[in-house]
């Protein structure tokens, strides 16, 4: 595990613990945006686990707006 | 070398058009293509997306952007150039249609209100989407069902914790019972031979089709690649060949899952059509199916990278643990989700953006104030024209005229025809060896069938063919297999002999002279750059060890022949060069005695012969008679359907009126 791995688990679990999905779906559109420059500049190994990390995060913003959702539903 | 193929018949259409519209209608293959293949492909393409995004967002109108998503994407045009219109392409272009209707089979299903006669309907029209998309591709049909199953998870949780334990029950009942069990109905014609002959589809596959390594070897695509909608061998469409990821593409997933910022804070909780949708806010509904497709995209782009990271051994458990996930040794096709999911959700998010500029008609910078009036260049519309730009950028091959296969234009080489017509002179039976594989203009019959030399020896290099051809065993092995002539083809098409993906002169100068020096071969000039070599010695379709024996055959069909049989002693074997299949049989004289076929020398298919004479044998493959009888259960299948269909809209009607 590498040091942005780190980061980005600590990012992750942060986002998750505050339950605000909006900011999982931004952190994961600028992981995209970020991987896209890096990409561009052939950095290869960063850019390939930005997108990584960009998946979770609109994987994770998703289930959490679908469980919040059927949650509001219910009252 | 022959097999059981009835798993795979459910493609049947891919032959069926060509025979009906070349053999019968006498077309030429440039129109059987256009009015066959491309034109009812492109009229689904268009029209299944549109219709698919029109009736999720009925206020929208870019839905004509939804359609040149789905069809103008470097996957669906990489389909097209491989020339898998038939079959793959009509899947993929009819996917979206079928979709929607699970989706709004599964929503009816879900209110509280509906009857189960209305249940049963919407989910009888479902199952002949369902069927109709088994009959051009099976895995798409299997992706639906994925799919439809995703999309019930979604809407249980919504209204979980589930009151009516009935109502799950039927949701189970009319989304994937009732579909599964129509659909195999209506393909008895395939499926009742399958799963009475107990024969395993992948038993006549070789290991390149059912190991986890063929999965690796074809997982090409990473994450960044599926997420971006990118295949992996755009543009050149050269297989395997792979490059940098293009950042380009990126922009696409930026775009599809900004939906998520579009979606209204407060949607109206209690509509659950989607006409009750006011302009500008999206209904209950429409949020839950942008949830949805964004779920549908990344689940897709997760698949489609197959078994590279991350997580990449969750699919290679999947392709060996979940049933039918074996059929997807290459995860590409997953990449249909991607596309279905960036069609809805792209289009959303532009139209999103499009009314939030539209809404901005003044704008201030240092505290300076700027209204924008024009009609026509004004902010929104600048942006459409730059997003429009970006997307025909992202095909340029495709515009600039740069990709290959059926994109261009491709003539029969007059070597190949030469062969064909010198092969249709020769009246009896023998078999084509291709070194090291068939070409794609190889002429085959049922009297000439063409085999690999690659799949005959199982192996992967030319080297090991010559392995195998050098070996004294392999001249008796090709004699008794029925192989007349052997073939090096020309390959104009740089698909055969290549070094690093790129066409190698030398290794086709290579075989050529090596099978010259075979003693046993003799060059027949005539066919240009297709080496021939005819060798001697080579048994007839049906042969008999005993020499003294006289057999005559009459070719019915490729399951069905007549023979006559003189001479024959008790014990005589007659063998039949087809691999060995127990469902062979010959019935002797016509009486009800039956020979059953037995295993010669590993390989071939034969009859013991009882007793000394004459003898009448009708050779038959049995469960061809299951084909028959699953066609007629297929038809009535067909009809019922259509009748208890036509009751229903008619009792609709009258309850209407």
Redesign the interface.
Known sequence: MKLQDIIFLIIFAFLLWQRKPLWLIAAGLLCLLFAISLFAMHIFFTAERLIEYAFFLLLAANVLLVVRKSIDMQK | MGGFAAPFAWNYYNFALVFFLGRIAHLSWEVVQRIGYLLPFLILGVFCPMYCYKKIFPHHSFSLLAAGLYLLNSYSLMVIGGGQIAGIGFAYAFLPLILLSFIKLIDTITKNEVQPVQMFKVSLQTSLLFSLEIFFDLRFAYMLIIAAAIYLL?TL????PIKNLSRLLAALLFVFIIPVVISAFLHAFWLLPTLVSHQSPTAALSSVYTTQNAVQYFSFA???DT?SLLHPNWPENVFGLTH?????F??L??LA??S??FISKKPQ?NTQNVTDTIDGYTSWWQ??II?YF??LG?IG??LAKGAN??FGGLYLWMFSHVPGFIMFRDPTKWYTLVAVSYSILIPFSIRSMYDWLSARRKFSIFNFQFSIRPKLFNLQNIFLLLVLGYLLFLIRPALLGKLTGTFQTHHLPKEYARLASYLETQSTFSRTLWVPAIQRYGFYSSQHPEVSAYDFFHVTAISEVFGHLDNKATLPLLQESAVKYIIVPYDPEGEIFLTDRKYDQKKYESTVIQLQKMPWLKQIKGFGKIAVFEMNGAKDHFWSTDPAMHIAYQFKNPSEYFLSVKNAKAGDRIIFSEAFDSHWIAEINSSQNIIESRNYHKSFTSFLLPASGKYTLHVTYEPQKLVTMGLILSGWSLFMIVVIGSWIIIVDRKKDI
């Open positions: 979604l949780s919504y209204i979980f990473k994450l960044e997420i940098f990821m293009q950042p380009e990126l922009l997933p930026f899952f900004s998520l910022f909780r949020e839950k949830f964004c779920l990344l782009a997760f990271d991350p």
